[in-house]
């Protein structure tokens, strides 16, 4: 008994590890343009950027996003930042999708672990998702709604990751080029880099673990049921309302996503239900109790089901714009177990990878980066009352 339990914990534990071989190259990638993003574009500019609740400011949020950290307990705390700094409520929350659902890192894990449509069904229905999601929420937060949200979050209640979101050592002057050449600039995209991982790692490893357990333990006819897959037009319907609720309860945050996407991908769920289950690591159970705590209990209500809702439809957007392009992808064979290790372009690719990880290590542990660690960790309560603008420039200097 307990050897077939060892041997069972052992065979998902290598999937885990042989999903995880497969996208490290593509996260170190990932969280290094995202370093060197986040190190060029000032946060101070952010909500002088979203005065108000105009198509032209939900596009500048999109792009805001899509060019910050993929951290989504970061990106709601930054969005709670922002609304308190007066920038629009929707823009804010347009903003917080963007930068969990558009950015670099998991449109370069979509490819290598499930195939570019999944990468372009991400960066199609992002947009369209924000949309939507924008149309309603401006229909539904009232001014009233707005005032009792803002109130809420000026109580400043603790979440996660707010040092992460209060921090602002991004360079200005100079081209963006120089900027990222620069030895200050070299400083601040190594510091940039060990934070993502260092706010995200856990919820990878946990995605990881998670869908190495449902690929080795739960058989393909399990999911074939919960899926519908033997009723097209079935499946069709309930992929992108069941995509969403596993999201929930999976408690994994955008990048440690995807190896479950590939799970659920192989298992039957339908192309929509991948989309609007990758959409939902804003509504996962610890993000929903962090805003209760940000913007109270019915502000957090309203978002938890006009979020829900436009991630469903957002899936069957994709599910339909797709069909009619004829790009569904229809090969049910997401890459979830190569448990050998061998000589190809992944092993080298992480080799080279992790080389560079080592550089941007040693350069962040010989600037400060440590101390900056700490302070990231801790609540951001100090840097909500405003002392957060002298901007760490003295590590710079």
């Not at 209060?166 to 081209?175: N, P």
């Not at 601040?188 to 060990?194: D, E, L, P, Q, R």
């Not at 333990?217 to 049921?225: G, H, K, M, N, R």
């Not at 714009?321 to 569904?328: E, V, W």
Request: hydrophobic share 55%; aromatic share 10%; net charge neutral.
């Amino acid at each position: 008994m307990i050897a077939t339990l060892f041997h069972e914990v052992l065979r998902a534990l290598s999937v885990s590890v042989a999903m995880g071989w497969e996208i490290l190259w593509a996260l170190i990638l990932g969280f290094v343009l995202s370093g060197v993003v986040q190190a060029v574009v000032t946060k101070g500019e952010m909500s002088r950027l979203l005065p108000d609740s105009s198509p032209r400011t939900y596009l500048i949020a999109s792009a805001l996003g899509a060019a910050s950290s993929s951290c989504s307990y970061a990106a709601v705390a930054l969005a709670r930042s922002m609304v308190r700094k007066g920038a629009d409520f929707t823009a804010a929350m347009a903003f917080q999708f963007a930068s969990t659902n558009l950015v670099l890192e998991l449109g370069v894990i979509l490819a290598v672990l499930m195939g570019w449509r999944f990468t372009l069904a991400e960066f199609v229905g992002g947009p369209i998702m924000i949309a939507l999601l924008s149309f309603v929420l401006s229909r539904v937060m009232t001014p009233e709604r707005v005032a009792a949200a803002r109130a809420e979050a000026e109580r400043g209640r603790v979440g996660r990751m707010e040092g992460h979101a209060a921090m602002d050592m991004s360079l200005s002057g100079g081209s963006i080029l120089s900027r990222a050449l620069s030895p200050r600039g070299f400083t601040a995209i190594s510091h940039f880099y060990v934070m993502d991982w260092a706010s995200i790692w856990s919820d990878i490893v946990l995605g990881l673990i998670i869908s190495g357990a449902l690929a080795a333990w739960v058989p393909q006819a399990f999911w074939q049921d919960v899926f519908l897959s033997h009723d097209r037009m079935a499946s069709l319907l309930i992929g992108p309302l069941i995509g969403p609720l596993i999201a929930i309860v999976s408690f994994v945050c955008s990048v440690g996503n995807v190896p479950l996407a590939a799970v659920l991908w192989n298992g039957g769920i339908s192309f929509g239900g991948v989309v609007s289950f990758l959409f939902a690591d804003l509504i996962i159970l610890p993000i929903l109790d962090i805003y209760r705590r940000y913007y109270g209990w019915k502000t957090a209500r309203l978002l938890a089901v006009v979020f829900y809702a436009t991630m469903v439809l957002a899936g069957y957007l994709v599910e339909l714009l797709f069909g009619l392009t004829g790009l569904t992808p229809t090969a049910r064979h997401a890459i979830v177990a190569g448990t050998h290790f061998s000589w190809d372009y992944t092993t080298v690719l992480n080799i080279a990878f992790l080389l560079l990880t080592s550089v941007l290590a040693a350069r962040f542990l010989r600037t400060g980066g440590p101390a900056m660690l700490r302070m990231m960790a801790a609540p951001a309560a100090a840097n909500d009352r405003g002392h957060a603008h002298h901007d760490h420039d003295h590590h710079h200097h």
